[in-house]
């Protein structure tokens, strides 16, 4: 599972900073912090921030800072809801997207946003499957 | 019931240290630091970007690209003819014409060139494989053939990040060939740009070709004249505007370059 993890994020980083501008680091940010719920997320965040603001010229912090805060404001709304999801994953990576998307200064954010959460809902129940969790199961990771 | 983890004071902690690295950067303090990742991954860039770029290329119509590449010399043709007819003028007229300092032409391939859709969306920006070690500056134009393709606005020891004429940051004077009616090209994504600012008075009209004017600084950086920009495919004349604009098409598909050309100064 963890070799998987790691060459799904180089494929992503790869496509996200070569040939497409759909925010794939953020699905996949937004998946592990779904599925962990756990506080290092908040550094591999950082760090594909980092990297992400290298290859693509961005001033550096500024992904960062973004995943940094999203992941706070996914993570606030375990405490009130169900986060495992597929529900909150297909909204929360449509919202993220846009609101990146708009950050960026990209075009046809809308259409980006709808194929973002497609990606997502998919990714996440493939993981779903892999790891056999269900909503309120205890997933030690 | 387990407690959930608190997690407030990592977010706090990423937070600072991405403010402090992002305040930092604005003193350009992490250019080597980038030069060495960009160096480290644009072979593996490259190799994705041509992988893409050779899976679209290969459904499409090989007679339709051969048409292209001859409009896309027809219309170098007619721009030469044109600023030929032009200089032949002044020459008579004893005008004197200013050269400009040499330049040095220097291909580069392109690593990244990210899109909505990879090769059929238009991309907005290039990453090269060309940077400050080639002596390439900031303000270098970027050309394909007699066309303009952008401007140089970042660069690392190794890289370069190139913003296109249609990107919606962009804007430089123009003027169509025609009729010289001056205008301000002004991007709007996609192959999509405005030729804004063209007076009243102006004639312009559908399918001019539309050149770049020329913004040379005195270091010899900005765009050249007479590049090629564009075409226009409508315009917009109210009465009761101070000026007339017009929709302008670029005629070079970005989405399917793999290698541009910088102009340096030496």
Redesign the interface.
Known sequence: MLVLSIITLFLFI?????????PLLLVVILIMAVVS???WI??I??IL???AD????N????T??FF??F??II?SY??KFEIRTVYFVLISSFLGSLFYLIFY????IF??SFLSSIIAAILFLAVKRILKFDAKS?LAI | M?K????VP??I???V??????????LKL?RN??GI??EV?SP??KI??QS?QSVTNFNKNENLRELKEENSNLIRQLVNQKLLEKENSALRDQFETSKLRSTNLLPAKI?????????I?EP??F?IDKGENDRIRIGDAAVYKDSLVGKVV?LTPY?S?INLITN??VSFAAKTIRTNAVGVIKGE??RQMVLDNILQSADIKESDLIVSKGDLDIKGRGYPSDLVVGKVVSVEKKPSALFQKADVVSLLDFSNLSTVFIIRQL
Do not use: C, H, W
């Open positions: 790869l496509l996200e900073t070569t040939v497409t501008t759909i719920k756990k506080s908040f550094l965040a950082f921030g980092i990297l290298s290859l693509l010229f001033m550096m912090g500024k960062s800072l940094v805060i992941l706070f993570l375990d405490r200064g990209y075009n046809s259409m980006q205890k | 387990k959930k983890e608190n997690f990592v977010f902690f990423f937070l240290l991405s403010i402090l690295i992002f305040g930092l950067s604005q992490f630091f980038l990742i960009g991954l593996i860039q994705t970007y893409f690593l990244s060139a990210p899109s909505f859709i990879p090769n969306s907005s920006i990453i970042e890289l990040k919606a940051s994504g996609g």
